[in-house]
């Protein structure tokens, strides 16, 4: 039962009727922000970045998956389901044609391997599990960050549920891609305190190889987050043979200067989710590529250190 006290109006809209496409939402995060912070995934993103460590947060729709190594072939999900989407041939097979997506194999399941990625909260829902953590808020100078996918991708759920987070002086990060329209960028932005605005690739024909848009319009919402006064934390995700060159370093440095952006967070790429995409039935296209060294994330780091940004390596905390 969501208390009065966390329900509200946005626009003359119940938040009760704002709903998002939620896939995690994650306690206790440390590195999305200041302090300790409870961060909410949303689902759906418009890049398609070949690193991606969150794979599942890409399409803006539920999604039923299924892991074949975690099944042992019972039967139990085929028998559950009311469409009769699945059959049991060696392994499960699902006809997508016919998946109602209620979701009964999930629960039919013992083991896991068919589970279900994301759904529809409406912004008391969410609230009531942000503000089970606001003494730690408090405490810590925490709050809220909102992550994804893309945010921005849900203006008319993201807008309101920073409004209800700054009616109880919840502090509010939106960790973004910077790829929308300015208009949806400019609305939200008054609600929120710090933005996390990755910058992945400077050079625009690279950009749209390895992420699949362009980064015109990413590269002005930056400037004009800076020039609208707005706090930003600039993530450089440090991909090696991609975004890790000299070249590429310098371009980052030549463009942030002027607007006077100090603060870079150095995300070195990891492995950890590659397993997710062979689950996802999408294609992994970073290969064998080795996360970058200590070394070179120090010497990157003193690099732009040298042009006077204050580096941190792995996120704000």
């Not at 947060?57 to 699945?86: F, H, K, N």
């Not at 529809?120 to 953590?133: G, L, P, Q, T």
């Not at 780091?301 to 996120?315: I, N």
């Amino acid at each position: 039962m969501v208390s009065l006290a966390l329900a509200g109006k946005h626009g003359g809209k119940d938040t009760n009727l704002c709903r998002g496409l939620v896939f995690n939402i994650q306690r206790f995060s440390l590195h999305d922000g200041p302090g300790v912070r409870t961060t909410v995934f949303l689902k759906g993103c418009p890049l398609n970045c070949w690193w991606c460590h969150n794979p599942e947060s890409r399409a803006q729709r539920v999604e039923m998956v299924y892991t074949a190594d975690r099944c042992i072939r019972c039967g139990d999900c085929v028998r559950a389901c009311p469409g009769s989407a699945l059959e049991l041939n060696g392994e499960v097979l699902r006809d997508a044609s016919r998946c109602q997506q209620h979701a009964q194999c999930v629960e039919a399941c013992a083991t896991g391997a068919q589970a279900v990625l994301g759904g529809w909260k409406s912004v008391s829902e969410v609230m009531a599990e942000v503000v089970r953590d606001q003494v730690f808020f408090d405490e810590s100078g925490g709050g809220i960050t909102i992550s994804g996918g893309e945010p921005l991708l849900q203006p008319d759920f993201l807008e309101p549920l920073l409004e209800a987070c700054r009616s109880r002086r919840i502090h509010t990060v939106v960790d973004t891609s910077g790829y929308a329209e300015w208009d949806l960028l400019d609305r939200v932005r008054r609600n929120v305190d710090l933005f996390l605005f990755d910058l992945k690739v400077m050079d625009p024909v690279k950009h749209k190889r390895f992420t699949g848009v362009s980064n015109d319009r990413i590269l002005e919402n930056l400037e004009r987050l800076a020039e609208a006064g707005s706090s930003v934390i600039v993530r450089l995700p440090v991909i090696p043979g991609v975004n890790d060159d000299d070249d590429n370093l310098a371009a980052v440095a030549g463009f942030l200067l002027p607007l006077r952006l100090r603060n870079i967070d150095l995300l070195p790429y990891h492995r950890i989710a590659s397993a997710k995409y062979s689950r996802l039935g999408l294609t992994y296209h970073m290969g064998d590529t080795a996360p970058p060294t200590e070394e070179h994330l120090q010497a990157i780091a003193a690099r732009l250190r040298r042009d006077g940004f204050h580096v941190q390596v792995g996120g704000s905390s």
